[in-house]
């Protein structure tokens, strides 16, 4: 079945610091991808999403490509902020009835001042 | 914007009870989904429903129940609640157009003692 393997946390990086989280797929078809974040103490919200190969989501100066020939979708900013503190999930959905996603175990990152 | 409420924010709970989460979406969304989330498991999907009335079995249903007697308004049910169900639990909603996000709720952090 569908799958998701996320970099495991956690990540802990310096304020203006360039971060990856590595996040690649097994899936049949043609997925839509997703990030979540999830602040401390609530639930998650959608930071960014891609629906084709080749798509680019970004927000927030976060950026994500969907790369069908390595089944990959990497979550990058050039300059993390004390504020980008949080736990990431990558997702993968479209491909199951009910529009279910299929989540990665989540990646805790922390920014240091 | 979409809303998904869900009735508590925190909740103890004693073993034994009967323990119902309520959520409540303002989109009029067809799918609603109730996860657990717990560390280093990420998220865990106990039931969905695509339509009233209608409920599938997640990938943890065991001790749960659901019900969904109104389109916007999504139950869960712990029929007899076990310490190893002090959890958060995460509620969300999404159309059933394809390549949309789920939308979540900020979640109740249940403890059961």
């Known amino acids: 079945g569908d799958s998701v393997t996320q970099m495991e946390g956690p990540v802990t990086l310096s304020e203006e610091a360039f971060l990856t989280i590595n996040c690649t797929y097994t899936?049949?078809?043609?997925?839509?991808l997703f990030w979540y974040v999830q602040y401390p103490g609530e639930g998650l919200q959608l930071l960014l999403k891609?629906?084709?190969?080749?798509d680019k989501g970004s927000n927030k100066g976060f950026e994500a490509t969907y790369r069908k020939e390595t089944t990959s979708f990497h979550l990058e900013k050039g300059s993390v902020q004390v504020s980008d503190s949080a736990v990431y999930f990558c997702?993968?959905?479209?491909?199951?009835?009910?529009?279910?996603?299929?989540f990665g175990q989540g990646t805790r990152l922390t920014i240091n001042p | 914007d979409v809303k998904v409420t869900q009735s508590s924010r925190y909740l103890v709970k004693r073993t034994g009870e009967k323990v119902f989460l309520e959520c409540v979406q303002d989109?009029?969304?067809?799918?609603m989904f109730w996860y657990r989330q717990d560390p280093g498991l990420g998220l865990r999907l106990i039931y969905f429903?695509?339509?009233?009335?209608?409920?599938e079995k997640g990938d943890i249903p065991e001790g749960y129940s659901v019900s969904r007697e109104k389109k916007e308004r999504f139950s869960l049910i712990l029929e007899s609640a076990s310490t190893n169900q002090t959890s958060m639990y995460l509620c969300?909603?999404?159309?059933?157009?394809?390549?949309?996000?789920?939308?979540f709720g900020d979640g109740t952090r249940l403890s059961i003692l």
């Open positions: 891609a629906t084709k190969a080749d």
């Open positions: 989109m009029d969304h067809e799918n």
């Open positions: 997702a993968l959905g479209g491909n199951q009835g009910a529009q279910k996603l299929v």
């Open positions: 969300a909603s999404i159309t059933g157009a394809r390549n949309q996000p789920q939308h």
């Open positions: 429903s695509y339509d009233v009335k209608m409920k």
């Open positions: 899936a049949t078809g043609y997925p839509s």
